[in-house]
């Protein structure tokens, strides 16, 4: 049961000094409760309370990092809308690496990847991760490309394979890049234990509700922290019912199956549908997005966007004309009128205004 603000200024020291950034411990006991601050921001906390109030005193939505050297950090959020507080973590931008390319293009790709990067209103803006898949029979290219990334790049690394041993193989490459498992069926047991020996975070995917809930509960219960979740689907009014129920779900009612950031991979093909379900994710809680191409005018525009949330969250803009100005860019070049008249993220490009009921 959540503990009360009275409850929590019971355990604090009284003393009302101010080193938390809040006028008194009542003040603070309050928004402690509320899970918009930490117990660690109180320097003067006892021992009883940490060990009674930290687990109560968690964000909502736990922080998890994929990454060695500059790891991607993602979660870590207590507000149900980005203008509601600065949005520390933006959306992460994975491009999909697939062991039935070639290898010599995938190693030019890798460097473009590695080095491209955008500045803008005085901020470089880049892609994040790489998401490795083993869709072919060579299982020694999968492991190739792995230490193709390592060599080239320090960008944060997503494991897509079935393949247990050569899963384990790719892992033991990766020991100190804490990277990510990307399950595509049922949690199992080695899945659980791969996550724990070698640090690495656990992408549970689901095509419902309650089967995501009973995985992640699993997970949780048996010592895995860093999870994130997926939630499977090609619709994008499904995913955006979703991704707000998992949001939802986490920050308003502190569901813990649920309190974890959200993954979406984009499956499209048409490059129209692709920029609208990408845009959503954005706009939509997803704290990453993996693309299946590397479309440099695409990226421009998703990095342009991404940085408006940003902008809006530090200072409060009505960032629907900065917004528009490079959509329309990119849809005068690529002819994306279908994006353009999307209505789901138009309303909240323009308007502003949740898509969500509020409950």
């Not at 790489?130 to 290219?141: C, G, M, N």
Request: charged share 25%.
């Amino acid at each position: 049961m959540a503990l009360s603000g009275l409850d929590i200024f019971k355990l604090l020291p009284k003393t009302n000094c101010g080193d938390c950034g809040v006028p008194t411990c009542l003040a603070f006991a309050m928004r402690l409760a509320q899970k918009i601050t930490e117990l660690s921001e109180c320097p003067h906390a006892s021992e009883e309370a940490k060990a009674t109030l930290g687990a109560a005193s968690e964000p909502p939505i736990r922080l998890v990092k994929i990454g060695g050297a500059g790891p991607l950090e993602m979660g870590d959020e207590t507000v149900l809308f980005r203008h509601e507080k600065t949005f520390c973590h933006p959306t992460g931008i994975a491009i999909q690496l697939s062991t039935a390319d070639d290898e010599e293009q995938l190693l030019n790709k890798i460097k473009d990847i590695d080095i491209h990067k955008v500045t803008r209103v005085g901020e470089d803006l880049s892609i994040d991760l790489f998401l490795i898949s083993h869709d072919s029979d060579d299982k020694e290219k999968f492991l190739n490309i792995i230490n193709l990334v390592k060599q080239h790049s320090t960008k944060g690394i997503i494991l897509d394979c079935s393949d247990q041993g050569l899963l384990r193989s790719g892992l033991e490459l990766l020991k100190e890049y804490r990277p990510a498992i990307l399950l595509r069926k049922e949690l199992t047991e080695n899945d659980i234990e791969l996550a724990i020996s070698y640090d690495a975070s656990l992408i549970i995917s689901a095509h419902s509700l309650d089967d995501l809930s009973r995985q992640s509960e699993e997970a949780r219960s048996r010592g895995v922290k860093n999870v994130i979740l997926n939630m499977e689907s090609n619709n994008i009014g499904h995913q955006l019912q979703y991704s707000t129920i998992l949001r939802r779900s986490a920050l308003r009612k502190y569901f813990k199956p649920f309190s974890y950031p959200i993954f979406t991979y984009i499956h499209n093909e048409n490059e129209y549908d692709l920029l609208a379900n990408s845009s959503l994710g954005i706009c939509k809680y997803s704290s990453i997005i993996v693309l299946p191409k590397y479309d440099k005018a695409m990226l421009y525009t998703l990095f342009t966007l991404r940085q408006i949330f940003l902008f809006v969250s530090r200072y409060s803009l009505n960032w629907s004309r900065y917004g528009l100005i490079s959509l329309f860019r990119y849809c005068t070049k690529k002819s994306i009128l279908y994006f353009m008249l999307n209505p789901c993220f138009l309303q909240r490009l323009v308007y502003r205004t949740p898509l969500d009921t509020q409950q």
